[in-house]
C-alpha cells in the first residue's frame, strides 16, 4: 500500500529529518518509489542506466552504494527515512533521481500541512522552503564556502547570487557588522 504525501512527511518527522526539507524530500519520495515502502528496483548497468541498481524502499537506496543496509531493514519506512537522511548529509540531494530529473515536482503540494496527497498536480514550492534555502546559502555563497557543481551552488546561481571573490568577502563583512550592530542595539 502506497503512502500519502503527508504519511511521507510524518516518516519523514519521525525520522529526524529538518522540517525545512520535509516538503521537498515527501515528493522525492513520491518520484522514486510511488510512496510504496516496499518498492525493489533491480537493474543492470546499460540501457541508459550508467550503474547497476538494487535500490529499496521509499527514498530508494542503493544497496549496491550503499552496502550497509539491507532489504529487510530498508522496507520500514522510518529506516529508510533514516538512511535517506545520512546519504542527504554525504551527499546532497543529487542522491535522488527524481530530484535531479525534476520528476519530485509533479508531487509538491501547495501547502505546508502535508494534506496533499501527491496525485500528480503541480505546485508551487511553499514560501518557507524557499527563504530557508536563501537564507542558509546566502552567507555560505558569500564567504565563498560553496563549492562549484555542489547543490548550494547550483541553487545560489539561480537565485542570482553573482558576486566575484572580492565582492563575497566585503558583502559578507557588511553582514557581520549589521548582526553586530543589531544584537549590540539589542542590549
Same mark, same amino acid.
Given at each position: 500500500m502506497a503512502l500519502t504525501n503527508a504519511q511521507i512527511r510524518q516518516v519523514l518527522r519521525e525520522a529526524g529529518w529538518p522540517?525545512? /526539507?520535509i516538503p521537498l524530500m515527501a515528493a522525492i519520495g513520491l518520484g522514486e518509489s510511488g510512496g510504496d515502502p516496499t518498492a525493489h528496483r533491480i537493474r543492470a548497468a546499460g540501457q541508459g542506466q550508467r550503474l547497476p541498481?538494487? *535500490?529499496v524502499g521509499l527514498?530508494?537506496? @542503493?544497496l549496491l552504494a550503499h552496502p550497509g543496509y539491507s532489504v529487510a531493514n /530498508? !522496507?520500514? $519506512? !522510518? @529506516? @529508510?527515512a533514516r538512511a535517506a537522511l545520512q546519504i542527504y548529509r554525504q551527499q546532497g540531494l543529487r542522491a535522488w533521481g527524481s530530484y535531479t &530529473?525534476?520528476?519530485y515536482r509533479q508531487y509538491l503540494v501547495g501547502d505546508e500541512t502535508g494534506q496533499g496527497t501527491g496525485s500528480? =498536480? +503541480?505546485?508551487?514550492? $511553499?514560501?518557507? /522552503?524557499? =527563504?530557508?534555502? *536563501? =537564507?542558509?546559502l546566502g552567507l555560505d555563497w558569500l564567504l565563498g564556502n560553496v563549492p562549484k557543481g555542489? &547543490?548550494?551552488? +547550483?541553487?545560489?546561481?539561480?537565485?542570482?547570487y553573482q558576486f566575484s571573490g572580492?565582492?563575497?568577502? /566585503? %558583502? %559578507?563583512i557588511a553582514i557581520v557588522v549589521i548582526v553586530v550592530a543589531f544584537t549590540w542595539s539589542e542590549f
Open positions: 522540517e525545512s /526539507l541498481e538494487n *535500490s527514498f530508494q537506496i @542503493n /530498508l !522496507v520500514n $519506512p !522510518v @529506516n @529508510n &530529473d525534476g520528476r500528480g =498536480s +503541480a505546485a508551487a514550492v $511553499p514560501a518557507s /522552503l524557499g =527563504s530557508t534555502v *536563501s =537564507s542558509y555542489s &547543490d548550494k551552488y +547550483a541553487q545560489a546561481t539561480k537565485t542570482g572580492q565582492q563575497r568577502y /566585503l %558583502a %559578507a
